[in-house]
């Protein structure tokens, strides 16, 4: 099994090839759903009537434009990778735009790992699959060996190491430093990277309130990288002039 370094090298070195974007479409800043517009206006209910009508979209379904003309903007910057999180998505759902990501993704030569479904990561050919660490456990040996690369979410030296040996290619490891996604719990900080990173025989990427300044530090306490969620889904930190084009 591969290491995502390995197996995905960067084509140069970026600070957006060290980083695996982690995917969130409802923090894109117009990615609101037809269903959401519809409740809140009598113009919004005829937008989305208007769109099942002409079969573009089923009534009450998300309109995923906004992301997906994101995503197509930030994968030609070149991560390192795509993790399509989307964790609140039906099966059905996540496949359809497991298929559009993917298809992006494909075309700008990054790898896209699906998360938590393991057999549609299987039949739709994705580069890995990434996975909560109580999910891994359950995931048969036969089929853990199916992927080239594998993930974890990890939050404390053990679950780093029970993940290496589950087979994993690498972990994502945090909260690191302070995030509002995490409101109210303490971040673990750069000592607990280290002993993390110290203790791994596998690339350690860090996740939690990563910005490009904090991208160096991670890196110096032995991290392979990091992940970015909020940076990559809004604003132009990572990115510069990206708002100006969506």
Request: proline content about 6%; overall charge positive.
């Amino acid at each position: 099994m591969s290491d995502l370094r390995q197996a995905f090298p960067a084509s140069r070195e970026t600070e957006l090839s060290r980083v695996l974007c982690i995917t969130n479409r409802h923090l894109v800043a117009d990615g609101a759903s037809l269903a959401e517009a519809a409740a809140g206006s009598a113009g919004g209910r005829e937008l989305a009537d208007g769109a099942a009508e002409k079969g573009a979209l089923p009534a009450g379904t998300e309109d995923w434009t906004p992301f997906l003309r994101r995503m197509a903007l930030v994968v030609r910057a070149r991560p390192r990778a795509v993790v399509l999180r989307e964790k609140d998505l039906s099966p059905d759902a996540y496949e359809r735009l497991a298929r559009e990501v993917l298809t992006l993704c494909r075309a700008a030569g990054v790898p896209c790992l699906l998360h938590t479904h393991a057999a549609l990561a299987l039949r739709l050919g994705a580069a890995g699959l990434h996975l909560p660490l109580a999910l891994l456990r359950e995931l048969p040996p036969a089929q853990r060996q199916r992927f080239a690369l594998l993930g974890a979410s990890c939050h404390s030296v053990e679950d780093v190491r029970a993940a290496e040996r589950l087979g994993c290619s690498y972990v994502t490891l945090g909260h690191i430093y302070a995030t509002g996604g995490k409101p109210g719990l303490p971040p673990g900080g750069r000592d607990f990277l280290r002993r993390a990173c110290a203790a791994a025989r596998i690339p350690v990427y860090a996740i939690g309130g990563i910005t490009p300044a904090r991208l160096a530090e991670v890196c110096a306490d032995g991290a392979a990288g990091a992940c970015v969620m909020s940076g990559l889904m809004r604003g132009s930190d990572w990115i510069p002039g990206i708002e100006k084009i969506c």
